[in-house]
């Protein structure tokens, strides 16, 4: 799934700052426990910081699933409004047709 790569790098560079690595070497496959070695305490400093990143408040119940760098990269994406799919475009304004009814 392809994702917005603004909000990919912000979060990578995160990710970065915290683990005082470059962001190049986070790879949205890698897990933050497994790959990157964050404890739970570690995960939530991160989620803290995403928050402020992108203004937004993540709910206890959604840390569950933001295991890998993907699903927070998706997760954020989500809760702003921002998928991965092709952003619907606008159709052209039709202009309305002329009533033949005519007032007397």
Known sequence: MATDPT???KIRTSLGDYLKQDPATILV???LRDDLGLDSMAVIELLYR???AFDLQIPDQDLVGLTTVGHVVNYVEKRLGKTAAAAPTKKPATPKKPTSKQKP
């Open 29 to 31: 496959t890698h897990h």
């Open 50 to 52: 995403i928050e402020e």
């Open 7 to 9: 909000i990919s790098l």
